[in-house]
């Protein structure tokens, strides 16, 4: 019934690389609405059967690697990418807060990723109508 969630996974779990290195926003800061840092973008989360990134995967809050917590980002909330930096168009709070991702100790719920979209506003990827909104957004 997962089936349009179980091909997602971590870049950096698989084999696969992105097709062009500029692409890899890994390590990017990640920049709010209002200009304000959120975070660092730890990992991406892939659709291994489409070939498109459905989430990044960010770190935030914390100090010197203590009390960080791992959040997703759905690529619909990027605005756009540069150099350095991932822009999104929620505020920093509202990122911070997001549903926690832990993929060795939260349970994966039949449809895992549905509270993030739900968080965000935006339509599952796995949604009838959806529309991708492309990457990376340069």
């Known amino acids: 019934m997962a089936d349009e969630t179980a091909t997602l996974v971590r870049l950096g779990d698989t084999d696969l690389t992105l097709a062009a290195e500029v692409d890899d926003v890994r390590g990017h800061t990640v920049v709010d609405r209002n200009g304000e840092e959120t975070g660092k973008v730890d990992g991406l989360i892939i659709d291994r ?14 100090f010197l690697g203590m009390g960080k917590k791992q959040v997703l980002v759905p690529v ?14 929620r505020d920093r709070a509202h990122v911070a807060s997001g549903p926690v991702y832990d993929p060795e100790l ?16 935006f339509m599952p990827h796995w949604g009838v109508g959806y529309i991708y909104p492309g990457y990376p957004f340069r």
């Open 106 to 121: 939260t349970p994966e719920p039949e449809r895992p990723y549905e509270d993030v979209y739900g968080y965000y506003g």
């Open 76 to 89: 619909d909330a990027v605005t756009s990418v540069d150099d350095a930096h991932v822009y999104v168009n």
């Open 49 to 62: 059967r489409e070939r498109r990134v459905r989430f990044l995967e960010v770190g935030s809050g914390g």
